[in-house]
Structures are given as structure tokens and as C-alpha cells.
């Protein structure tokens, strides 16, 4: 495999653990609270993931393993896929809560309150 995309990987794999490490401080701060703890494990599972990603991008580009680039990449793909869904998922209850307060807004309109 090309030595560039090894290096291009390396270079990122900082950036990922320290990410990591944001991630997983972020989602145990959030548990401290009622509400967070129902979901706080989205960061530390995203974190976790980010800072695997980054130790199996750095060993791949030191030991030049094909295997573990490919494992960084799909672990990268995977925190790409769950913050999709996390998008997904807030506009649509974003969506929900607008049709909400406009409905509720009318009837109150209607209704002379």
C-alpha cells in the first residue's frame, strides 16, 4: 500500500485519541446529570471508538499492517455512521417539536386564548 496513506492515517491518529479522550470526559460530565445519563453512552462510544481508531491507525502505519489500516478505516466508518444517525435522529425530533408548537400555537390562535 502506498507509504503517503499510511503517513496521512498517522498524522490523524493524534487528532482521533485526543478526540477520544474529549469524547469519553464529555459523555462522563453529561452522566453526572438526570437527563445525561440516559445518553451519555454516545459520547464514551464514540469516544472509545475514535481512540481505537487512532492506536490501529498509529500501529498501522509503524508496523505497515494492512489489517490494521483497514480496522482504523472501518472503525472510522462507524463513527461516521452513528453520528448520521444521531443527525437523523435530532431533526427529526427537531421536526416534531416545530409541527408541535405550531399546531398548538394555532389551536391556541383559534381557539382566542
Do not use: C, H
Not at 98 to 107: D, R, S
Request: hydrophobic share 60%.
Amino acid at each position: 500500500m502506498n507509504e503517503k496513506i499510511y503517513e496521512e492515517l498517522n498524522r490523524a491518529s493524534g487528532w482521533m485519541k485526543f478526540l477520544g479522550i474529549l469524547f469519553i470526559i464529555s459523555g462522563a460530565l453529561t452522566a453526572l446529570s438526570l437527563v445525561g445519563i440516559i445518553v451519555a453512552w454516545l459520547p464514551i462510544w464514540l469516544g472509545v471508538l475514535l481512540y481505537q481508531a487512532g492506536n490501529l491507525a498509529n500501529s498501522a502505519f509503524f508496523l505497515k499492517d494492512e489489517v490494521k489500516f483497514l480496522q482504523s478505516i472501518s472503525k472510522i466508518r462507524l463513527i461516521f455512521m452513528i453520528q448520521g444517525i444521531i443527525a437523523i435522529v435530532g431533526f427529526a425530533i427537531s421536526l416534531i417539536v416545530l409541527i408541535i408548537i405550531l399546531t398548538t400555537g394555532a389551536l391556541i390562535s383559534l381557539l382566542g386564548y
